[in-house]
């Protein structure tokens, strides 16, 4: 692989932009109780003012705080009860100056009233109230519309949907909704010495990883699964793989056979089957550098050929695909933890740098701990809670200085 | 509700714990493919060691470090290849000093060999290799158990499985492995003035949030949902719901009616039915006061009557129940976004204060700015990335001043 060919992060990222932007991104209806942890797909505006009425927000007296202003703690102010609203109910009535009416917390407020003084601010005395609070307007009241206004925009697309957006949904009454359909990935692992993992290795043999680690870390994002695979290194057997997983899939992800070696098929096919075929060979990234990229026109799917190593194939998945996911379909960038580099670290020169870290509460902020290994070891990312990237035009970290934790969530 | 007999969080989750530790927890046994976001119940130990075989880590040749001890940029040592292992093969030879053998990345060292020369470093004569560099013991290699031993506690108790966890135990051909079986929670949400989110609210009915808004939470957690039901405050109805849930449920949740009004009915239902029955009586948390906590000896069962207003039911849901999983199962604590608060926040005196806050990239860091809003108000929560929480003993917090925040993931 030529050095000078590498894309850096940024590169790739803009050039894979730069196809999947003709795809057309499908939407689908769900039932709210289904829409927990999906995306939005569409801007929703407020069908109704919640709350629909001005409700008390205490147990009181509804009333017009003008009437209160004389009073105090000492000298309370008299008001003749005209009645009871009860939950649920229309208020039904309306008071005029020198009335007042009990309001249960969240019971509708009767026309004519402002404010609501609290329970423990008054005395009964049979038909009278005696009020020892002087109320401003609207004290003690949620008026209609101040949680969500009738039409307002109050759920944008791209929000990943939360319980506190179930619930407020729920509220607007809005029972399904338009959430993005997930792409679809197939998956392809590939190696002369990789045995499914309930099989027991013979000597020179080893378990296949990345058909399910890169599947469950598919599933975390906005993709379907719709198949993996584990092939051997042979030519034309993944060539029909890949034409195959081309038809149904958004995305086609062969790990191992990236690099140059003579049974590294992966690039030599998707030249050969794709048009316009590869746009990426070999990524400014450690680890991470035998990465293919390419593109089918016909078929509308990215192709991504993923270094064999599983700690490399797992972060080039995070780095370009998990954040392919983020910016497709518009969702927040995730929020980092700010944390100190607990040694010095030294970066490479021309590529970033992705180095997993632990993260350990130190004094009042956190310390962000390499975890070394060699590049094949999975136990590097399983002691891991997240990653800081090293850009490609820093030399490296001193000890203590600041870096940005990405968590794998 | 009398203050003075109000537990702080810390009092009303350990007197949670002191009941719930009589709960046997239940283990199943999953899938490795089902077994993401699953909590691990039990340790796990390593079969075998990974990788199981002396492994190349380039593409190169092995040999004896000891024979490279001369070899330079400009004068070579020269080694006689002996042959060349092919990936998922046993190298099936053994080399003496002034030999060598090609091995491809990830192929099996043969026997003899301690080190592996990259073929960038090396020229090929025919039958011998010029090798110009010199090689330490072990340069190249990955030792068989250098990234899990045999036998080594490898995944712990309480670890959630990630992506990265899937691929660990693939590595180790642990294809099914026990995991927690979710806790069992029913949900009853009450008020008068409450209907179905699907119809539309006459004058003084609002729609049900809490049931959508705390379904999605318990699922977030290790909860799984067996019912949620919307009653209105009618004592006798609520009371047949709440011992029908207590036998098929671990916990059961009641919004609404933990207040002391006329028809606040949960305390006294739980009095009545529940042995020994209420053990915490509000809250010093705002918003959250009207919460009211109880145990059911016989059924085993945890009660919690949480305020109706859907931010304190929400926020209490979070800080007793979804706390109380991590707890049980030994999750590791979330991490917090250290920031600063955006402006100056008044603590509540006695009371701990639960502040939704929606954060910004400031600088090098981050600024928690506070979402305020009536309690009732679900888009306090819709606009918020996470909250903090300002203890009870402090007045409360000065501009700049540093926070943790707890995301809402």
Chains 1, 2 share one sequence.
């Not at 049979?126 to 003690?140: D, F, L, M, T």
């Not at 030599?268 to 089918?296: H, S």
């Not at 580099?341 to 970033?352: D, E, H, K, V, Y």
Request: net charge negative; with cysteine; proline share 7%.
């Amino acid at each position: 692989m030529k050095l000078l060919k590498v894309d850096s992060l940024e590169q790739a990222r803009e050039k894979i932009l730069s196809h999947v932007k003709s795809w057309h991104l499908k939407k689908e209806i769900v039932m709210l109780e289904m829409a927990r942890e999906r995306i939005l797909a569409g801007d929703i505006y407020a069908p109704d003012d919640i709350p629909s009425f001005d409700r008390s927000t205490v147990d009181g007296y509804a009333l017009i705080a003008l009437d209160t202003a004389a009073a105090g703690e000492a000298i309370p102010v008299y008001l003749k009860q005209v009645g009871t609203v009860s939950m649920g109910e229309p208020a039904g009535l309306t008071i005029r100056s020198g009335e007042c009416v009990y309001v249960p917390t969240g019971g509708m407020l009767p026309e004519g009233a402002n404010a609501v003084v609290m329970i423990e601010h008054c005395e009964s005395l049979g038909a009278n109230i005696a009020v020892y609070e002087a109320a401003a307007p609207g004290a003690g009241v949620a008026l209609a519309g101040e949680d969500v206004k009738k039409g307002q925009l109050f759920l944008c697309q791209g929000t990943l949907i939360r319980p506190q957006e179930i619930g407020a949904l729920a509220a607007s009454g809005i029972m399904s909704l338009p959430v993005f359909v997930p792409l679809k990935i197939s998956i392809i692992s590939t190696g002369d010495e990789l045995i499914p993992p309930g099989q027991s290795p013979r000597p020179g043999e080893i378990r296949d990883i990345n058909s399910y680690a890169l599947k469950a870390q598919a599933e975390k994002r906005a993709f379907t699964v719709i198949s993996t695979q584990l092939l051997p290194d042979d030519e034309s057997r993944l060539e029909t793989a890949i034409k195959e997983a081309l038809d149904g899939s958004d995305v086609v992800i062969i790990s191992g056979g990236s690099s140059q070696g003579e049974k590294d098929y992966t690039e030599k096919i998707m030249d050969n089957i794709t048009r316009p075929g590869v746009f990426t060979r070999g990524l400014a990234l450690k680890p991470g550098k035998p990465t293919i990229l390419g593109w089918d026109e016909e078929s509308q799917t990215l192709l991504a050929g993923l270094p064999g190593h599983p700690v490399a194939a797992m972060m080039v998945f995070e780095l370009l695909l998990g954040w392919l996911c983020d910016n497709l379909f518009e969702l927040t960038p995730p929020f980092q933890i700010p944390a100190r580099i607990s040694c010095n670290l030294p970066g490479t020169p021309g590529r970033a740098v992705c180095q997993p870290v632990k993260l350990r509460m130190d004094g009042e902020g956190y310390s962000a701990e390499p975890v070394f290994g060699k590049s094949g070891m999975i136990t590097t990312l399983t002691q891991a809670d997240g990653y800081i990237i090293i850009d490609l035009n820093k030399e490296g970290l001193k000890k203590d200085e600041p870096v940005k934790v990405q968590l794998f969530n």
